[in-house]
């Protein structure tokens, strides 16, 4: 089987035209509190923002699909498909097009986040099959690819350029007989990407280092890189070195990239209270009092027309949409409250949502 740079096809930056976007409903008790309730109420309220813009089609499992219906407006579609948790932009396809507007997807190995070495939950057989499921729906021919990674893991230019981190897609905990030089031709294949500019980070975090919390792109050559000054702060280290990193590559027109700094929100760890309910289970990463919550506005989506980002109801809630309003202004920027229960989860918006690039088809 060809894969799909053979094929003529590349996966498109997300600021680029899209047909929707795809999510998961949240239920697992033993990540989110409140039976889930606040996670879904969340979850809710994003698709609701996103689809001002574009379709959004919300996936549901048997027990859970009347909920996500009853919760979600009209516009929004739910499909019921099952999952292991909810974070479509990782366990969903990775969609690809060709000049002539057709669109096809990538469906990669998916072991959450680390398989035996440091998986967060131990059956993930359910999320491995959210790709495919997602593709039949559309009516998208499938690339199936043996390669473990992640949506969060990769953010593309759609001109050539990917950017990672070596300490999430090379860590042995997903693809542990490639080398490097493997990675960048299996990404070149499988993306149409010719330049792959990989970072260093301490990558401690439940995802490894997934770069949809370090940067984003607003189009090819330029970054927003999330950033904060507090010295007390886990990230104040790091986003100097990924500022430093960045400061010396070139992406794969040649171009050096020009970074925009963007806040983090400086969040406290979860509480006492509310974790209190969530239930306790050998089968997933704990969730304790006093871990860190990621204040990160750079987890946003990019809509057709809209930007949707993660409100904290903090101080830099209103800097973020600022500095996002700026740097898109052909765009509608929509911040949706409730942002520090989708952290509480490891993740947030992005995490959460997948674009299904425009082509010639629609959604079926
Ligand atoms: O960064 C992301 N794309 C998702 C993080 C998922 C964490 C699961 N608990």
Redesign the pocket.
């Known amino acids: 089987m060809n894969t799909p740079r053979q094929d003529g096809f590349r996966m498109p930056g997300e600021f680029e035209p899209h047909a929707g976007c795809w999510m998961l409903f949240p239920e697992r008790t033993d990540?989110w509190r409140g039976n889930a309730k606040p996670a879904q109420e969340t979850f809710a309220a994003v698709a609701t923002a996103i689809a001002q813009f574009e379709p959004v089609t919300v996936c549901a499992s048997q027990a859970m699909w009347q909920t996500a219906r009853d919760l979600l407006p009209d516009n929004v579609r739910v499909l019921e498909i099952s999952s292991n948790?909810a974070?479509m932009?990782?366990c969903g396809p990775t969609f690809v097009v060709n000049d002539a507007g057709e669109v096809r997807g990538v469906d990669w190995e998916f072991n959450?986040?680390g398989g035996d070495l440091g998986g967060?939950y131990a059956d993930w057989s359910q999320d491995n099959l959210v790709a495919h499921k997602v593709l039949d729906a559309v009516g998208a021919k499938r690339y199936k690819s043996d390669f473990v990674c992640?949506?969060?893991?990769i953010h593309v230019d759609g001109e050539g350029t990917l950017i990672s981190t070596r300490s999430c897609l090379l860590n042995k905990n997903r693809n542990p007989d490639l080398s490097e030089t493997e990675v960048n031709q299996l990404l070149a294949e499988y993306l149409g990407v010719d330049k792959v500019i990989w970072l260093d980070v301490e990558g401690v975090d439940?995802?490894d280092g997934?770069i949809?919390?370090i940067l984003a792109f607003v189009r090819p050559g330029v970054v927003l890189l999330a950033w904060t000054d507090q010295t007390h702060m886990y990230e104040y280290q790091e986003c100097r070195d990924v500022y430093a990193q960045l400061q010396d590559v070139t992406d794969a027109k040649g171009r050096k990239l020009e970074i925009i700094k963007f806040p983090i929100a400086d969040l406290p760890p979860t509480t006492t209270e509310e974790v209190a309910d969530i239930v306790q289970s050998d089968d997933v990463?704990p969730r304790e009092a006093n871990e860190p919550v990621f204040g990160g506005y750079i987890?946003f989506y990019i809509a057709n027309g809209g930007i949707v980002v993660p409100q904290f109801g903090v101080e830099t809630d209103e800097e973020a949409i600022d500095i996002l309003t700026e740097v898109f202004p052909d765009r509608k920027v929509v911040g949706v409250p409730g942002g520090r229960e989708i952290s509480m989860?490891?993740?947030?918006i992005?995490?959460?949502t997948q674009q299904q690039p425009a082509g010639k088809g629609t959604l079926r």
Request: net charge negative.
């Open positions: 990540v948790d974070w932009r990782d959450a986040w967060l992640e949506g969060g893991g439940e995802t997934h949809d919390a990463y987890n989860g490891g993740g947030n992005h995490c959460i």
